[in-house]
């Protein structure tokens, strides 16, 4: 079987108004990013604002040496003016050459020269999966970019964590999960779908099918696709639904419709030759008539602000200027969807505040040194993770001065982010999950006492199993000791298997002391 190697490329935005926390967090999540590649994969960098700037005119092998080159690009590259996506792209295909890949764009500006972007980028072999940050980010032309070269778009709030949010896009990026879809209604005359469904689904990205059905029709949505397993088949049957939920997802279907014809449009009057003009009337009326059916917006059809200017001439018709805009600033989107709780979420994991009363321990040296970093907030716990993410090895093991030391630093990483709830499959470190599960299963554990191999096999089963190892259920308290071995060094390798082999040894006890 041929193996499957990732080719990409990142692109990111480095104007003034990524300055401060938000390239932080963006360098950050780069890192980690490349710390789910192999050796045998290729990357390369591109920062960009008012130029372009490659971390290497060619995609580099995934080695410990070019990540640590690359995080001295990313250190070095400042504030870079506006945000000229298009030299971006272009300065991206030339790091590829001739072959194809994915792009990792991320973003917080307006997007300018839209229609020359798209034509540069259809048909290249390249999939752009793109990152929307904030406000001011272009969303809807974003979403088509991606969509049109089968990539995959996100976009986040000013308020959310620029790393996970990029972390969970890179996590989807790479082979799809699916392929060549197609959809079809029967058992309904009047049903129909429209506009075309992506034909691409990667993981942890849900496939959205738009389309318009009498309502008790019993009709059924047929999707057909090439799956991993070969051709497959499936069969939903479509139920009706609140008029206030069908009027919502009336209104989004009318807004993708409007997107996609407002692409075309741009397109066709940006050539300028007679017969494209031909073509920008056509798709003009479709975009009106859309515009009218749905009430929403367009560039043929808006709703207007007239602002009073020092220097406007009292008879002549005003100026208009078409702004896109994207997500309202400081949207919270806890106004919109009930907050998780996590009680309820997880009832079988107890946690009171991330304050937790720990047994008393006969290694108090350990204890004494770890305590300080059982109660510290989630947000520390999700720094954490992104630090760990970026120091995974090429081969899929944590880093270490000897193969037990390594064996003890991976399992650790793996245990944290499997009790902080990430999952193998979905998730912002499902491939750092997976390097280190089929990492921890082919090492050697001869060398490790009977009590240590033991400790190994119940995490691997329990990541395996898809359920929590109950002797650390208090997942982001352990965050802080794991921290403490792998980042700051704070404790020797003996004292770590100590730290654990005395919470199993506890937890074991109190359950052989509840069983009658």
């Known amino acids: 079987m041929k193996e499957n190697y990732t080719h990409i490329t990142v692109i990111l935005d480095r104007s003034g108004s990524m300055e401060g926390e938000p390239i932080e967090q963006a360098d950050k999540a780069i890192r980690a990013c490349l710390g789910a590649l192999r050796s045998e994969d290729q990357f390369g960098i591109v920062a960009f604002g008012s130029s372009a700037h490659a971390f290497a005119p060619h995609l580099l092998p995934g080695t410990m040496e070019n990540r640590e080159k690359a995080a001295a690009f990313l250190s070095r590259a400042g504030n870079l003016g506006g945000t000229e996506l298009l030299g971006g792209l272009t300065a991206a295909r030339g790091v590829f050459g001739e072959a194809g890949g994915d792009i990792f764009l991320l973003t917080d500006g307006q997007v300018f020269a839209g229609s020359e972007i798209m034509a540069g980028m259809r048909d290249r072999g390249f999939r752009v999966h793109c990152l929307g940050i904030g406000s001011a980010s272009q969303d809807r032309f974003l979403a088509l970019l991606a969509r049109e070269t089968g990539g995959v778009s996100r976009f986040m709030t000013p308020r959310e964590r620029i790393d996970m949010a990029a972390l969970k896009l890179f996590a989807s990026v790479g082979r799809p999960v699916a392929s060549e879809i197609t959809c079809s209604i029967t058992g309904a005359s009047e049903g129909r779908i429209s506009p075309a469904p992506s034909r691409l689904v990667f993981a942890g990205t849900p496939l959205v099918v738009y389309g318009a059905c009498p309502a008790d029709a019993g009709a059924v949505l047929n999707l057909t696709f090439e799956g991993t397993a070969g051709p497959s088949t499936l069969e939903y049957a479509i139920a009706g639904a609140s008029s206030e939920l069908g009027e919502t997802v009336r209104l989004l279907r009318g807004a993708r419709l409007i997107t996609d014809l407002e692409s075309q449009f741009s397109q066709a009057t940006a050539d300028g030759s007679a017969k494209a003009k031909r073509g ?86 350990v204890m004494a040194r770890s305590i300080p970093r059982l109660t510290r907030k989630l947000a520390g716990a999700k720094d954490e993770l992104v630090e760990l993410a970026a120091l995974l090895e090429p081969d899929g093991g944590m880093p ?56 190994v096999t119940r995490v691997l089963d329990g990541v395996d199993a898809k359920r929590p190892v109950r002797e650390f259920y208090t997942g982001h308290a352990y965050t802080g000791v794991v921290a403490d071995f792998i980042l700051n060094r704070g404790m020797t390798p003996e004292e770590a298997w100590t730290f654990i082999s005395v919470v199993m040894s506890v937890v074991m006890k109190e359950e052989e002391s509840d069983t009658p």
């Open 280 to 365: 920008a009337d056509r798709v003009r009326q479709m975009l009106k008539k859309a515009s009218e059916e749905y009430g929403l917006s367009s560039q043929v059809m808006s709703l207007v602000a007239v602002v009073k200017r020092e220097g406007d001439v009292e008879g002549e018709l005003p100026k208009t200027t078409v702004v896109p805009v994207g997500m309202p600033q400081d949207t919270d989107f806890e106004s919109y969807f009930a907050p998780l709780d996590p009680q309820s979420a997880r009832p079988e994991l107890p946690c009171e505040d991330m304050h937790f009363d720990m047994p008393v321990f006969s290694s108090r040296d």
């Open 400 to 455: 270490g001065i000897d193969p037990e030391e390594r064996i003890l630093a991976s399992l650790l990483a793996l245990l944290v982010f499997h009790m902080e709830d990430h999952s193998r499959r979905r998730g912002p470190f499902a491939r750092h999950m997976t390097r280190l599960l089929a990492w921890l299963k082919q090492a050697d554990l001869s060398t490790l006492s009977e009590e240590q191999r033991d400790i």
